[in-house]
């Protein structure tokens, strides 16, 4: 179902348009069943397709035709329980589109509204195994910021054992190059949770690798002052003119 831009436009506005009362029925009423129907119809597309891959590539492609709504509600703010949001959220997951999911996921804590029953986790526990387990994958869209943010947003909430340890060890190895000490950090949580979750080897590297780097930082922090001595031997020794 595609949309024209005076569509979208007129989408965006009608979402804006929610009530925030839950007693007062909904203002954009009619084009939320549009929406919901349009959800419906692109479900039964996705039952139809087997390949797991092949379902994220769909899912980008029906992304498009969600997003002045999703546009419409991030800017409205009203937290009203919404189906659509949420799974737009989890099919920005499967797609490959991080950065939307993320935005999503904080609009949905910060109202803490609801999943529909078909996920039986809280939010907090789907944006942490989701990502996580995506980010373990080669070859991911998920970018070192993208951990970052998840752990701001999710980092300290209650989750099980099992969801943490992939949350410590996605953000332990994806970090491991641009903030190796966070990076540490990570895998030694996940690792105090379950010593067989398999960064036993990277926890040393990156001791091994922290060690280098601070014995290196130290040998030039000596040659910075032997040089700087050498200056003030010289300019001692120079007869004043």
Known sequence: MATTPAQRVRMRKLAEMQSTSIEKPRKDINLYEQMMAML???????????SIAAKGQQKAIFLEDYRPYIDGVLSADT???????????????????????????????????????????????VIAE????????????????????????????????????????????GLTESAPEAALQYLKNAIALSDRCGVKQQIKALEKQLQSDDQKSEDEKSEDEKSEDEQNSDSADTPES
């Open 40 to 50: 419906y119809d692109h479900k039964r597309t996705l039952k139809k397709i087997q």
């Open 79 to 125: 937290g009203e329980q919404d189906e659509i949001i949420t799974t737009v959220m989890i099919w920005s997951i499967d797609a490959g589109f991080i950065e939307d999911a993320l935005t999503i996921a904080s609009y949905i804590m910060r109202h803490k509204m609801q999943l529909p029953d078909r996920f039986n986790r809280t939010i907090n526990v």
């Open 130 to 173: 989701e990502i996580s387990e995506l980010a373990l994958k080669p070859d991911t869209p998920v970018l070192p910021e993208h951990l970052t943010a998840l752990y701001e947003l999710i980092g300290k909430t209650d989750m099980p054992d099992q969801v943490r340890v992939k949350l410590e060890k996605a953000c332990g190895l």
